[in-house]
């Protein structure tokens, strides 16, 4: 190659250098990405004068995949609503924040504990003996079993003596009245363990209106994501999630939604583009320190081209005829190889070009 040819006619002499003068603008239109690069050349360097140092990159073989971002929201997810079912008066509450787990008492009621049991299926009568089969008795079971009080065997839809002997040592550890018997305002049921998100009653309310809102007790992020891109979520795959603030992390999807609803704008306004929740579970709860809630940006993983060689964006030169080059060094001597470009990401750019090789380097502006 002379001093003044390269790769497509690309000119070069002692006074000129190349520059990338207009970074890289990335323009994301549904999946396109354009870069848009500009060359000139310098006359500032006198004629005799030393080249000055450059900054070089090496060309890497490496993965690099396509993202889409979209935003979303740290918190502990959806609030849901309990509803006491005592008769009597509200003695004692929890506080906002606090975690309940199986057994412990939700509120008080005329200076008597109302515990948490896990379920799904609402007590819907009051179980003692002579009570008909039926799936409470077995939710009723597996609750006094998980809390040691046993002896009735696997839990079942029969309510037996030795059922009643249970509730009748559940009872005894609670301070209540040993009766035997169970009523349905005795507990407070919800799937697993609550957070108390905010209070609804208030002491010396009535034991049997709204009690509290509550949510789970493990902090997620909530994604609602176009429905037209429903295929970059699917569950069980990673996410890199950037917290306000500057942190970063990464996550699992955990659930995507079937059901697309109408999203909402920054104003809560209806924005009419159909949408579907993506829940995640970070894989570093710590990431998030102590906030309760807070604006999230999760990038979804498009597209993975493995073992490619990736230069930064900055050592890419513009070719006056179209297309581009890289400037390799070697030892100080450099020379121009054009190049194909392939997936943008973070900065990095595929490339191919005949005897470019991993190991190489390139001059770069970053």
Excluded: C
């Excluded at 889409?68 to 609030?79: H, M, P, Q, V």
């Amino acid at each position: 190659m002379s001093e003044h040819e390269g790769p497509g006619g690309a000119r070069r002499s002692r006074r000129a250098r190349w520059f990338i003068i207009a970074a890289v603008l990335v323009v994301v239109v549904g999946t396109m990405s354009v870069v848009v690069l500009t060359r000139v050349t310098s006359e500032a360097q006198q004629v005799g004068q030393a080249p000055p140092p450059v900054e070089t990159a090496k060309v890497e073989k490496t993965d690099l995949q396509e993202e889409e971002e979209a935003n979303g929201k740290l918190g502990y997810g959806g609030e849901s609503s309990i509803a006491g079912r005592k008769q009597g008066t509200i003695t004692s509450l929890p506080e906002a924040g606090a975690v309940l787990t199986r057994g412990k008492a939700v509120y008080g009621v005329d200076a008597k504990p109302v515990p948490l049991f896990y379920g799904t299926l609402p007590f819907f009568r009051d179980l003692a003996d002579g009570a008909t089969d039926g799936p409470d008795v077995k939710q009723l079971e597996e609750n006094l079993k998980a809390l040691g009080f046993g002896g009735f065997g696997t839990p079942d839809k029969k309510f037996t003596s030795a059922t009643a002997a249970a509730i009748k040592k559940w009872q005894k550890s609670l301070g209540l009245e040993q009766t035997g018997a169970f009523g349905q305002g005795d507990v407070v049921l919800a799937p697993g363990e609550i957070r108390v998100s905010q209070l609804a009653a208030q002491l010396g309310g009535p034991g049997g209106g709204d009690l509290l809102k509550y949510t789970g007790t493990e902090r997620l992020v909530e994604v609602e994501l176009d429905a037209a891109k429903q295929a970059i979520a699917k569950a069980g795959d990673k996410v890199g999630v950037d917290i306000t603030g500057g942190k970063t992390t990464t996550g699992v999807i955990t659930d995507v939604g079937k059901v697309a609803e109408n999203g909402k704008d920054g104003a809560g306004q209806d924005d009419g583009k159909p949408k579907i929740k993506v829940k995640i579970k970070l894989d570093d709860p710590a990431a998030a320190g102590s906030l309760d809630s807070t604006p999230v940006s999760v990038r979804f993983t498009k597209e993975v081209h493995s073992g490619v060689l990736a230069v930064p964006v900055g050592a890419l030169l513009a070719l006056a005829e179209g297309g581009y080059a890289v400037e390799v060094d070697e030892g100080g001597k450099r020379r121009l190889i054009a190049v194909k470009t392939g997936l943008f990401s973070n900065g990095r750019v595929e490339v191919t070009g005949t005897g470019l090789a991993a190991g190489m380097r390139v001059v770069t502006t970053s």
